[in-house]
């Protein structure tokens, strides 16, 4: 609810049921004995639109039915009405069609007619009007009490604002469902999935720039696509972020930019910058530990929390990375908010550190590769508050989101990362984005996550991010990378990891060469200087990254040099990739503990290099689930057996 300081607080229940008390005392629908349904259908005859009313769904039993029905008019759709009857369903849908008409005029004209309003409260106006529109078609019980937060874009040349996206929610996805399907939504916090819902209109933007139609993209001189300099993206949250910002800004004062508005490092305490988890069923944050960032189903049984980064964490990262992420960066480049709009709690210094200055020095002395840079965007706070008056006791978890793509709401129950109410994958998951992506780029049958690590700039700096909090902060970033291993044929390899409980998918390829895209007969010359590898996604829930160490140790000799068995060359050397500086650490310290512990005769010799510098090609298809599809092959029998 939009609310000045000194205005009277209302719910939305409560405001659309004074609406429609109105309507019925309203004199000129009493005298002319019209209900409704009888004015919508007037009304739509006056402006010319087509009127119709359409079923969502139709539930319960024969003699208690249920009906939802909603308001098609023109080419809008408009809020549903819940009855027992369809009549019924179709003049509470008409009520709450009147409803939001009267609440876009008054709207209109009370947001241009306000000359005081700075930046922060009209992005502020344009979210909270967008989602108390949406919000009357769904009960508020199943809403709850929660963050809202959203994107805008802003069209300098033509003085528009828009809504693209917006969210509630401040839970996430408990152990029992995590995985790396890429079909659960994890973080249903209201930031990230407000982020989601934006990536989704970014898809449909390129879609536009591709067909030549009006697009907020045009080409870049390196053939990706640039944001237009007339377009400017701003971000609103009614809550300072979880995380950095939440836990140490004031909450019983507002402190305000200075006169010269300019981003400072505040920073009172030791453990102020640090990087925080988020709690897997309430609110609040702890911080990281670098040495153990990867948890196994055992570690959760012991009483470890399910960790998802916080949110002011991943907002520094769209400071530094951009919002669109690494899989978007193969075709566009980074885009950086422009304005953070914040409601309450609000401590200028605390929220700049929190969302974008944490890395400054660091970046100084350590530049970001090109194009990316170390975004410093506007920072405000709004006056305009987001209240939902409801009993805490009886709120539901569940969080929503709209997006401008679809027009439509959808709501995800954090518990189990799926849409409401059918379990369904949501279509903000990273399986259901990825799809977005294959439907306007070849990908090569190349994996979600392939194509993520495609783009090595991208990469590179988000290593570079990395090792800045570990350096500066002593906290490290989660990972949920995969594992990459070399050590002989990667037949063997692979038929020997595909039976353990929480490997999930096993790509066999090659990595560690010079040459781009290099096929097995060119690596088999040993003249590309790549490794036979496997690449890994697996569930840290069930196997952690140490239990894979160490099956890979124990299936092949780490002692002989560019060598197994009878196989000789450098494409059968032992090596570890690692995608970052955890697995680099784990990696690290396992091989040292087998020196130390004289567990082999002869110095180990396997290589530890990073992944980002050594891409990943995926092997022809014939060399995938070898084994499983040749299981009389003699030579894979041998050594797995």
């Known amino acids: ?75 809008r759709q408009f809020s549903a009405g819940f009855a027992s009857t369809k009549r019924e369903a179709c003049i509470e849908a008409a009520n709450k069609t009147f409803y939001q008409l009267s609440l876009d005029a008054r ?73 790396t399907t890429g079909l659960v939504v994890h973080d249903s916090h209201a930031e990230q999935l407000a982020r989601r819902g934006f ?101 959760i049984r012991n009483g470890q929390h399910v960790r998802h980064m916080s949110c002011s964490d991943k907002i520094v990262r769209w400071n530094i990375l951009g919002i669109q992420g690494a899989l978007l960066s193969n075709r566009i480049q980074p885009i950086y908010l422009n304005s953070i709009t914040i409601g309450f709690p609000f401590h200028y210094g605390h929220l700049c550190r929190a969302l974008c200055c944490r890395l400054h020095d660091y970046f100084n002395s350590n530049p970001l590769l090109k194009p990316y840079r170390l975004n410093h965007p506007l920072i405000g706070h709004t006056k305009l508050k987001w209240k939902e008056e409801i009993n805490r006791s009886n709120n539901s978890y569940d ?45 090569d049958n190349k994996s979600y996550d392939q194509m993520k690590k495609a783009s090595i700039t991208y990469q590179q700096c988000k290593y570079q991010m990395f090792q800045g909090f570990e350096l500066y902060y002593s906290t490290g970033w989660i990972s949920k990378d995969p594992s990459t291993f070399g050590g002989g044929c990667f037949w063997c390899l692979e038929a020997v990891f595909q039976r353990l409980k929480g490997v999930e998918k096993i790509v066999s390829g090659y990595a560690g060469g010079h040459k781009q895209e290099p096929s097995y007969q060119e690596v088999c010359t040993g003249s590309t200087n790549h490794a036979e590898v496997i690449q890994i996604s697996f569930d840290p829930q069930t196997i952690a990254y140490k239990q894979l160490l160490n099956v890979f140790f124990h299936i092949h000799d780490p002692t002989t040099k560019d060598r197994q068995g009878t196989d000789v060359g450098t494409q059968y050397r032992s090596v570890i990739f690692y995608h970052d500086s955890v697995q680099q650490k784990e990696a690290e310290m396992f091989k040292a503990h087998l020196a130390d512990e004289n567990v082999y005769e002869d110095p180990i010799v396997t290589e530890i290099l990073p992944m980002e510098n050594h891409p990943f090609y995926s092997a022809e298809e014939y060399h995938q689930n070898y084994f499983q599809r040749n299981p009389s092959q003699g030579y894979c029998s041998t050594v797995v057996k």
């Open 399 to 443: 969080s929503l989101n709209w997006n401008i793509k679809e027009k439509s709401i959808e709501l995800i129950e954090p518990s189990s990362g799926k849409r409401k109410p059918n379990q369904q994958p949501s279509r903000l998951c990273k399986s259901h984005i990825f799809q977005l992506y294959k439907n306007i780029y070849s990908t």
């Open 1 to 75: 609810m939009i609310s000045n300081d000194n205005d009277e607080i209302q719910t939305i229940e409560q405001s659309y049921e004074d609406f429609i008390l109105d309507l019925k005392l309203d004199p000129s629908i009493t005298i002319l004995s019209k209900n409704s349904l009888s004015l919508l259908n007037e009304y739509a005859q006056l402006n010319g639109q087509k009127l119709s009313f359409q079923v969502i769904s139709q539930s319960g039993q024969n003699h208690q039915p249920s009906f939802a029905i909603a308001v098609l008019l023109g080419d």
């Open 199 to 299: 990536i989704r209109y970014l898809y449909g933007q390129i879609e536009s720039f591709q067909k030549n139609k009006e697009s907020i993209f045009e080409k870049a001189d390196d053939n990706r696509l640039v944001l237009k300099s007339t377009i400017h993206i701003h971000f609103y949250t009614s809550f300072a972020p979880c995380g950095d910002s939440a836990l140490f800004t004031p909450r019983d004062k507002i402190t305000e930019a200075t006169l010269k508005n300019e981003h400072e490092l505040h920073r009172t305490a030791r453990v102020q910058g640090q990087l925080r988890s988020k709690f897997e069923n309430g609110e609040g944050t702890i911080p990281t530990d670098p040495k153990s960032t990867i948890l196994s189903l055992d570690a």
């Open 107 to 179: 709207q209109s004209l009370r947001f241009t007619t306000n000359r005081d309003c700075t930046l922060f409260d009209h992005i502020a106006s344009k979210i909270l009007s967008t989602y108390r529109d949406l919000c009357i078609s769904v009960p508020l019980e199943l809403i709850g009490c929660k963050v809202l937060a959203g994107f805008i874009i802003e069209k300098i040349d033509e003085q528009t604002f828009t809504v693209i996206s917006l969210a509630t929610g401040n839970k996430c996805a408990g152990g029992s469902v995590l995985s």
